[in-house]
């Protein structure tokens, strides 16, 4: 099971998907048990293969380069560590894959799924403890990863510091959360209490609870003298998951990408504000003596969510064929150009149809819109976190007015 110390339980397994009680998927089979697995869930391993593809060719660039070394500290089933295995680290000898999980009685199951990884000449390590006490070994060990995979259920906030830990310098952290309620404004004393900011219901509600995830990573990351940089940050409205590069030292503007996302319910107008300059809120469009009070979240990541030049590159990959390439479902491959294409900035998303709403028409085509506004000169794309959203600069009264004319 996974989890913090371990999930309790979970969703039944879909037996329409599998097998001989085995489940494929890429170039893994192997068997589920009995403890929780999402069959959905397939884009974000699918994207993990990518990572972890990426590390290693990075790796061999290096002058006298180590063996690659992956901990996969929420293991499951073993999934993930068995198709880092096969699809990323083909031909790398020596890279060190660790998985683990927090029921020892699943011990058994997650050594034999494991077993195939035996003849691909990896070091291979599996075993049975709680993410926060094999996290702490690492820490006094001075034992670190290039990829450190942790795929929650629920809030893994409490183990962001020493997952951080157990990062190497330009490693990255893979980190889901299944936390829907507390980052999205539905669940206001526990955002202050497993993020330590402030939540409130927004229109982009998946973006803000990835926003506020990355805000947490960073913080953490600030305390230790570390940076970060966001490689990708998606949803399917369930969990949240985000890639983040630990970087040597935080870069001059990094302090300028925390900051205060407000939303007039009122009006629908959204402001941003660093932290580093905050000052008052600017006037909405809510008319004279009618203003509603600012719903004010964070402190959040208001920087890019995606790192274009690393999706780019996988695209590319694609279209090379590269090995990894081979086992990604067409589901991934769609949701990667989208994510492409929209970096995550600036932090303002409305859904069309709320656009429509306010003026009392139809949703504007989200496509047409984008260019008006390109062609008054702001920043205007579709959201690749949440479909059917605008991302702009622009003022909302320019919105507005472009949405009347795209219509």
Known sequence: MKGQAGRRGGLPVDQANTASNHYCEGAARLQLGSGFFRPQSRPSRDLG?????????ESLQHSQPEPLAVLDAMAGCGIRALRYGLEALEGHRGAQIWANDADSARLPLLEANLAPLAQRQLELRSSGQTAQYLLAACLQQRQRFD???????GCPSALVPLALEAVKTDGVLYLASTDGRSPTGHDRPGAIRMLGAGARAHPASWELALRLQLGVIARAAWAMGRGIEPLLAFSEGRTF?????LRRHPAPSDLLQLGLLAHCHGCGDQQVQALQQLRQWQPCLCLSGQAVPLAVSGPLWTGALQHPPTLLAWLEGHAAERPEWAQISPTTRRLLVGLAADHGEPARCWPTSEIGRRLRQGPPPLVRLARLLQAQGYRAQASGVMAGQLRSDAPWAVVLEAAKAAK
């Open 241 to 245: 998951r985000t890639a983040v590069r």
């Open 147 to 153: 990829l450190v995979d942790l795929d929650a259920f």
């Open 49 to 57: 293969v990518l990572v972890v593809a990426q590390l290693a060719r």
